[in-house]
C-alpha cells in the first residue's frame, strides 16, 4: 500500500477523495441502519402490542379463534383489491368474534404510506380504524402523487365522523410516527417481502397463481375457507 | 487501439460507476423496500439480509462515486464486477428454485406477480457490468481520473 511516489499532491487528492467518499458512505449507512432500529419506547396507538408486531389488534382478547395477520401498504394496488374482495367478510368476523385480526401498516411503499399508516393509528384511537381503512381505500391516490397529505387524511377523517382536534394534530404531528417504523421493522424480522401478505395462524394463505387463478387472497369464499380453516 | 483504451476505460467507468451510484442512490432512501428485496432472495438469514439491505445501496454510492472521480479504480471496479457476479448468482438462483422475485437492483424488490419476472434481462445486464469492471481491474489507466499516480493500484499497471 505505501507508496514511494513522488507525487505528493496526488497521493492528498486520493486520500481527500477516499476518505470522504467513505465518510458518506459510513455516515449514510449508520444513520440508516439506526432509523431502521425499533424504538421501544415510542408511543403507541390503543389495541396495539409489540407481541402481535404492533399491529393494530381486533378481538385481541379471544382465545381459540383463528389468529389473521394482514400485511398491507396503504399505497399498494392489490392491497386495495384485497380489501374491497374481503372487508366485508373481515368486518363480520371481527364484529362477531370469530376470529382475532390484526392489521400491520408497512410503509415501505414511500413517506405517503408513513403519513396514511400514521392517520390510521390516529383513527384508531376514535375508535375509527376499519372505517378510516374503508373509505382510504375505497378511494385509493395513485402511489406517491402528492395526493396523500395532511388535510386529504383530516378531511378523510371528517367524512367518517372524527372531528376531534386530537386527530387532527394527531395526523398532522406524525404522532405515531416511530409506531409506523417499528411496524416496519417488526416485518422486516419476520420476513414479509410483499404486501398484502396474510396469514392464518401464523401461515401464509395460499398466493394467486395466475389471472385465472386467485388463489385464497382474491376469491372471497376461498378467504373465508382459508381464514375458518374448512 | 492502445490510444482507444484509456477512452474505452473513461466510458466504463462512467457507466459502472453511473449505474453503481444511481442504483445505490434509487435505494439507500427506501430501506424497507432493499430489506425486503435482498431477503426475497431466500438466500441469507433473515438478519444478515436485513443488515445488507441497508448498508449495500451505500456501498454502491460509495464504489460508484470512486469510479466516477477516477480514484482508487482497482478496487473499485473490483467491487463492482464481484457485486454483479453475486447478483447474477443470486438471480439465478431465484430462477432455478422458481422464485417470483423483482432483483431488486434499482429499488423495487420483493416478491412480484410471476408474469413480472425479468430474470435473463437482469442476468444480462449484470454480465456487461461486470465486464466493464474486469475491464478497469485489467486496464486502470483512463481519461480524466483524479487519481493519475498508479502505484498506489493493487497490481502495477502496464
Given at each position: 500500500?505505501?507508496?514511494?511516489?513522488?507525487?505528493?499532491?496526488?497521493?492528498?487528492?486520493?486520500?481527500?477523495?477516499?476518505?470522504?467518499?467513505?465518510?458518506?458512505?459510513?455516515?449514510?449507512?449508520?444513520?440508516?441502519?439506526?432509523?431502521?432500529?425499533?424504538?421501544?419506547?415510542?408511543?403507541?396507538?390503543?389495541?396495539?402490542s409489540k407481541a402481535d408486531g404492533y399491529g393494530i389488534v381486533f378481538n385481541g382478547d379471544l382465545t381459540g379463534v383463528p389468529v389473521v395477520d394482514i400485511w398491507?401498504?396503504?399505497?399498494?394496488?392489490?392491497?386495495?383489491?384485497?380489501?374491497?374482495?374481503?372487508?366485508?367478510?373481515?368486518?363480520?368476523?371481527?364484529?362477531?368474534?370469530?376470529?382475532?385480526?390484526?392489521?400491520?401498516?408497512?410503509?415501505?411503499?414511500?413517506?405517503?404510506?408513513?403519513?396514511?399508516?400514521?392517520?390510521?393509528?390516529?383513527?384508531?384511537?376514535?375508535?375509527?380504524?376499519?372505517?378510516?381503512?374503508?373509505?382510504?381505500?375505497?378511494?385509493?391516490?395513485?402511489?406517491?402523487?402528492?395526493?396523500?397529505?395532511?388535510?386529504?387524511?383530516?378531511?378523510?377523517?371528517?367524512?367518517?365522523?372524527?372531528?376531534?382536534?386530537?386527530?387532527?394534530?394527531?395526523?398532522?404531528?406524525?404522532?405515531?410516527k416511530e409506531?409506523?417504523?417499528?411496524?416496519?421493522?417488526?416485518?422486516s424480522e419476520k420476513n414479509i417481502n410483499s404486501t398484502p401478505t396474510v396469514l392464518v395462524n401464523g401461515k401464509e394463505i395460499r398466493r394467486a397463481t395466475s389471472n385465472?387463478?386467485?388463489?385464497?387472497?382474491?376469491?372471497?369464499?376461498?378467504?373465508?375457507k382459508a381464514v375458518e380453516g374448512k | 487501439m492502445k490510444k482507444a483504451q484509456p477512452w474505452v476505460g473513461l466510458l466504463a467507468r462512467l457507466i459502472l460507476g453511473g449505474v453503481l451510484l444511481v442504483a445505490g442512490y434509487l435505494k439507500a432512501f427506501t430501506p424497507d423496500k432493499s430489506m425486503m428485496a435482498v431477503r426475497a432472495y431466500d438466500v441469507l438469514p433473515i438478519w444478515l439480509a436485513n443488515i445488507l439491505g441497508i448498508i449495500l445501496p451505500w456501498l454502491e454510492i460509495g464504489a460508484g462515486l470512486l469510479l466516477i472521480i477516477g480514484v482508487a479504480v482497482r478496487y473499485a471496479a473490483i467491487f463492482g464486477a464481484a457485486l454483479m457476479v453475486v447478483f447474477i448468482i443470486a438471480i439465478s438462483q431465484a430462477w432455478a428454485r422458481g422464485l417470483s422475485i423483482d432483483c431488486g437492483c434499482f429499488g423495487g424488490g420483493g416478491t412480484i406477480d410471476p408474469s413480472k419476472t425479468r430474470y435473463l434481462e437482469e442476468i444480462l445486464r449484470d454480465t456487461g457490468l461486470a465486464v466493464l469492471g474486469f475491464y478497469l481491474l485489467r486496464y486502470p489507466v483512463t481519461k480524466f481520473a483524479v487519481e493519475k499516480n498508479k502505484s498506489h493500484e493493487l497490481v502495477q499497471g502496464e
Open positions: 500500500m505505501s507508496s514511494k511516489a513522488p507525487k505528493g499532491s496526488d497521493n492528498t487528492t486520493r486520500n481527500l477523495v477516499i476518505g470522504m467518499v467513505v465518510l458518506v458512505v459510513a455516515v449514510g449507512a449508520i444513520f440508516s441502519v439506526l432509523s431502521n432500529k425499533e424504538n421501544t419506547s415510542a408511543s403507541l396507538p390503543s389495541s396495539v398491507e401498504d396503504f399505497q399498494c394496488p392489490v392491497c386495495a383489491r384485497f380489501e374491497q374482495t374481503n372487508s366485508a367478510y373481515l368486518e363480520k368476523i371481527i364484529e362477531e368474534k370469530k376470529a382475532k385480526v390484526v392489521f400491520h401498516t408497512l410503509s415501505f411503499l414511500g413517506p405517503e404510506s408513513a403519513l396514511s399508516a400514521n392517520a390510521a393509528a390516529c383513527a384508531a384511537d376514535e375508535n375509527k380504524f376499519l372505517g378510516f381503512h374503508k373509505a382510504f381505500y375505497g378511494n385509493q391516490p395513485a402511489e406517491n402523487s402528492g395526493a396523500v397529505t395532511v388535510d386529504y387524511l383530516v378531511s378523510l377523517g371528517q367524512s367518517l365522523g372524527i372531528t376531534s382536534d386530537k386527530y387532527k394534530s394527531c395526523v398532522a404531528n406524525l404522532d405515531y409506531w409506523v417504523n417499528n411496524v416496519a421493522a417488526s416485518g385465472t387463478d386467485l388463489g385464497d387472497y382474491f376469491d372471497p369464499a376461498a378467504f373465508a | -
